[in-house]
């Protein structure tokens, strides 16, 4: 039989209200003030009692001032006492705390990261700049402090990572396919990006509000092929666009001379004027049309 490991539970957090500091001010204040006259009186007596029961007092209330604790408005510190973990402290103002408890400030304000520009290929193999804007926020202090190094350093690697990641799945423009692109579907893509960035700082207790593309281009090796390209796309869809329009107004134009016996053709004599129609509404310039005086024949 092999070796069995134990798997560890992630460590959550645990709310933790401390006590409220303000009646521990005054208390500290009172006693420590106490203290010192009492020392004070016993060195000029001198009187060895009043010297140490001064001290004492004195002492005790330092060592009793020294678990105050201020939080401010969107901050929580994180309590670990001997090591151990004892809960986290969200509520903001003065409390007080064991004074032998280590208190680690925990920012738990909303927070942007900007990925710098990356240079990657897209699902087709083509290089592309990508960068993406990341908003998140913690939300568990614990998995915070204890479950990674650094989570500020976490999620800035991790939604790098994931930028890459989605950058390599999906191509930069769908080329008139019914597949997803970077380009023509970001909506769908950012949300994919918004999972993909959450799954990968959960570890840390860090919940992803949004995630947008800040940056999408090819890259310069490759731009100026690829806007010639998009500018050939775009000449075919407009001269397919006008050829199915001009073949709607010959068709038309044919349908209404038959209709009101304006004139009758025959079948060549329909081939010239759709062709003569077509040159003229397909037709990049204006055309020099030629006046025919004479018979239609002519």
């Not at 939300?139 to 402090?145: E, I, L, M, R, W």
Request: net charge negative; with cysteine; charged share 20%.
């Amino acid at each position: 039989m092999g070796d069995s490991k134990e798997v560890k539970t992630p460590l959550h957090e645990v709310a933790h209200d401390g006590v409220n500091g303000w009646p521990v001010l005054g208390l500290v204040i009172v006693v420590g003030l106490g203290g010192i006259a009492v020392l004070v009186r016993g060195i000029a007596e001198p009187s060895t009692v009043q010297v140490t029961l001064g001290a004492l007092a004195f002492a005790a209330a330092a060592i009793v001032a020294n678990g105050l604790t201020a939080v401010a408005p969107n901050e929580a510190r994180v309590l670990q006492l001997l090591g151990r973990y004892v809960g986290t402290i969200r509520a903001d103002g003065l409390r007080w705390v064991n004074p032998l408890t280590n208190r680690r400030k925990v920012s738990t304000r909303i927070r942007n990261h900007e990925t710098g520009v990356t240079k990657v290929n897209d699902a087709d193999g083509n290089p592309i700049e990508i960068a993406a804007v990341v908003v998140w926020q913690v939300a568990d202090t614990a998995q915070a402090v204890f479950g990674v190094d650094d989570f500020v350093a976490f999620v800035a690697m991790q939604s790098e990572a994931a930028v890459r990641h989605i950058a390599n799945s999906y191509p930069y423009d769908a080329h008139g396919t019914d597949q997803l692109s970077i380009r023509d579907n970001a909506d769908e893509i950012t949300e994919k990006l918004s999972a993909e960035i959450a799954a990968r700082v959960a570890p840390a207790g860090v919940r992803v509000i949004e995630s947008r593309i800040t940056h999408l281009a090819y890259a310069q090796e490759i731009a100026q092929a690829m806007l010639r390209r998009q500018q050939a796309n775009a000449v075919v869809a407009a001269r397919q666009r006008i050829v199915e329009g001009a073949v709607g107004m010959v068709e038309l134009a044919l349908n209404r001379l038959a209709a009101h016996d304006v004139v009758s053709l025959d079948e060549e004599r329909k081939a010239a004027m759709v062709s003569n129609l077509l040159v003229v509404l397909c037709g990049d310039r204006d055309t020099q049309p030629v006046v025919n005086t004479g018979t239609l024949y002519q």
